[in-house]
């Protein structure tokens, strides 16, 4: 069940983009580059979102291949998740996109600052 509506244009940022488009995809991922997590780990680790939420933002990972699902096929049901080789080949990609983003928001910030600041 595709998440995101939208149809990958050629342009290859917009293509990039689409992998991580949507709401809570780009957190998802973000969380598991530190380590494999169960779905209630992952759930806690991320504030606000409901559990039909991220399991349907996983789906498109996981067949994407970036997310590799791990069923251990136990009563009651494990699951984990972690990204997989190929996945990790956005690691240097999202870090420079989160300091960019670092970046951006502190400059934003003085912009508001500044307009507030003005008679």
């Not at 949507?22 to 991320?46: A, F, N, Q, V």
């Amino acid at each position: 069940m595709a998440v995101s509506k939208k149809n990958v244009s050629d342009c290859p940022i917009n293509a990039a983009l689409s992998v991580i488009d949507g709401r809570w995809k780009g957190t998802i991922l973000w969380r598991l580059c530190d380590r494999p997590m169960g779905t209630s780990e992952l759930k806690r680790s991320i504030p606000g979102i409901a559990e039909r939420m991220l399991i349907r933002h996983l789906h498109e990972p996981v067949d994407d291949g970036i997310i590799v699902r791990h069923d251990a096929r136990v009563v009651p049901p494990c699951v984990h998740y972690s990204i997989s080789e190929y996945g990790a080949t956005m690691t240097p990609v999202s870090a420079n996109l989160c300091g960019w983003e670092r970046s951006h928001m502190r400059r934003t910030a003085r912009s508001a600052a500044g307009i507030a600041r003005r008679p």
